[in-house]
């Protein structure tokens, strides 16, 4: 199993550009999420997803939009880029439910937006 | 609003020590998490504890939950120069997991 990836690994935008982060796993786990990490900030929930059509908000979703056609893919759209989007973005998907499960991460896509 | 608050921020510490760093929650939980995240790199799951367990180890990580005071602790035993690393608590439910902000642990040798 490749396990959860993302592309592109590094992205250099300029304001007002639009771009869509690619996510995709194959371990067939239904829950999937975006995050970002900024310095000092830890990580922040964008966006969720909890199967194929359906989506919901997470803690900074503004300037973000989502779909999940399938189980195995979750793109991540910026519609028009902003300087305070500069970030590294993570992809997680989730293993389990209930009380036992654990998420797995991409390896990130670094965000600079000029 | 973040669900996790790490504590210390830093932690710099010689290889064979133990490590301890400290979480606190906001609401109820069904279990904490804890993650590790090398540099440039995302996270990795390293244990879980469900809310009516107190202690839990796994190798040379022992975690304790206190749901009284809404804390848990991440004990690294025996450090090594390879545990650099930030570490991360989680708390929330499978679909929407919130985390902290981090420690991030420096083990020099």
């Known amino acids: 199993n490749a396990g959860v990836t993302q592309t592109p690994k590094f992205q250099v935008l300029k304001t007002g550009q639009s771009m869509t982060l690619q996510c995709a796993q194959d371990m067939n786990h239904e829950y999937m999420s975006w995050y970002r990490q900024d310095p000092g900030m830890g990580l922040r929930l964008i966006h969720y997803?909890?199967?194929?059509?359906?989506?919901d908000q997470g803690e900074v979703p503004n300037g973000y939009n989502v779909s999940r056609s399938t189980t195995e893919d979750f793109p991540l759209r910026l519609l028009s880029a902003a300087p305070s989007q500069t970030s590294v973005y993570f992809c997680?998907?989730?293993?389990?439910?209930?009380?036992?499960?654990?998420?797995?991460f991409g390896p990130g896509t670094r965000l600079t937006v000029t | 609003s973040q669900q996790g608050e790490e504590d210390p921020q830093a932690l710099s510490i010689q290889e064979g020590e133990n490590a301890t760093m400290n979480c606190s929650y906001k609401?109820?939980?069904?279990?904490l998490q804890w993650y590790r995240q090398n540099s440039g790199r995302g996270l990795v799951h390293l244990i879980l504890i469900r809310s009516n367990e107190r202690e839990k180890h796994s190798g040379r990580l022992r975690v304790t939950l206190d749901t009284s005071k809404k804390s848990s602790s991440l004990l690294i035993t025996a450090s090594r120069a390879a545990d650099t690393a930030s570490y991360f608590c989680g708390a929330g439910t499978a679909s929407k997991l919130t985390f902290g902000t981090g420690t991030r642990l420096q083990v020099t040798l």
């Open positions: 997680a998907s989730t293993m389990g439910e209930g009380n036992a499960y654990e998420q797995y």
């Open positions: 609401t109820s939980i069904n279990n």
């Open positions: 997803s909890v199967g194929a059509g359906i989506t």
